[in-house]
């Protein structure tokens, strides 16, 4: 899998759009991006994936660039709620291979939203 | 549906005991994974299973851990003989049917003293 790069924290106003950047620059073909958050005590939740069009859903929305060399995280209205570590990953999503199942996370981002 | 579920939510125990985490996924979903969790290293998977399987254990760190599925809806992890360095937060996730996510549990925080 490839791996990702994000900065270590990042601090938003609350009701402010938070933008959470992710470079892959090493990023394959089939391989997807995928988000996930870890609130403070609480096991990883899922937040969105896609391979290069721009995805959107209740949580976010995902801008991938042309190249995918990069991504964007979109919270469009952060809460206090929203506070977490931010994880970016980069992974084949089909079954079968021995990378499936491998969800490799790195140091994330700590995403810290203000009142 | 709860949710995948673990237990307990937390664990005490001393330095040569043995430690049993239990993990029970969300009906239906057929891959089963346990993750462990520290400040030094992040979060690593340890294993993960697949219709009960193991298919991967290449991140059982050594042989005082031992995982099984005996069946689709529970699997435990085990250390023996536990040390003060297995001390960290443990995740078991599961997902469904050729799904591409992972839906993780609220954690069994072991500490070893």
């Known amino acids: 899998d490839a791996k990702t790069t994000q900065p270590p924290s990042m601090d938003c106003a609350e009701g402010r759009a938070a933008n959470l950047p992710c470079n892959h620059s090493?990023?394959?073909?089939?391989?997807?991006v995928y988000w996930y958050r870890q609130i403070h005590s609480q096991g990883p939740q899922y937040i969105i994936h896609?391979?290069?069009n721009n995805e959107t859903n209740e949580m976010a929305s995902l801008i991938i660039t042309e190249d995918r060399k990069s991504s964007t995280l979109i919270l469009p209205h952060a809460t206090l709620r929203d506070t977490a570590v931010y994880y970016c990953?980069?992974?084949?999503?089909?079954?079968?291979?021995?990378?499936?199942?491998?969800?490799?996370f790195g140091q994330g981002t700590i995403l810290t939203v203000h009142p | 549906d709860a949710g995948v579920i673990q237990s307990p939510r937390h664990e005490v125990t001393e330095m040569g005991q043995e430690v049993t985490l239990r993990c029970k996924p969300i009906?239906?979903?057929?891959?089963l994974f346990w993750y462990r969790q520290t400040m030094m290293r992040g979060l690593e998977l340890l294993i993960y299973?697949?219709?009960?399987?193991?298919?991967?254990d290449s991140g059982m760190p050594e042989d005082r851990f031992s995982a099984k599925m005996p069946n689709a809806s529970f699997s435990t992890l085990k250390i023996q003989p536990s040390e003060p360095r297995d001390s960290a937060v443990y995740f078991c996730?599961?997902?469904?049917?050729?799904?591409?996510?992972?839906?993780f549990g609220a954690g069994t925080r072991l500490s070893v003293l």
């Open positions: 009906s239906g979903h057929d891959y």
């Open positions: 299973f697949n219709n009960n399987v193991p298919i991967d």
């Open positions: 990953i980069v992974r084949v999503p089909d079954a079968g291979g021995t990378s499936y199942g491998k969800l490799t």
């Open positions: 090493t990023i394959s073909g089939n391989e997807y």
């Open positions: 996730a599961s997902s469904p049917p050729w799904g591409n996510i992972q839906y």
């Open positions: 896609g391979l290069k």
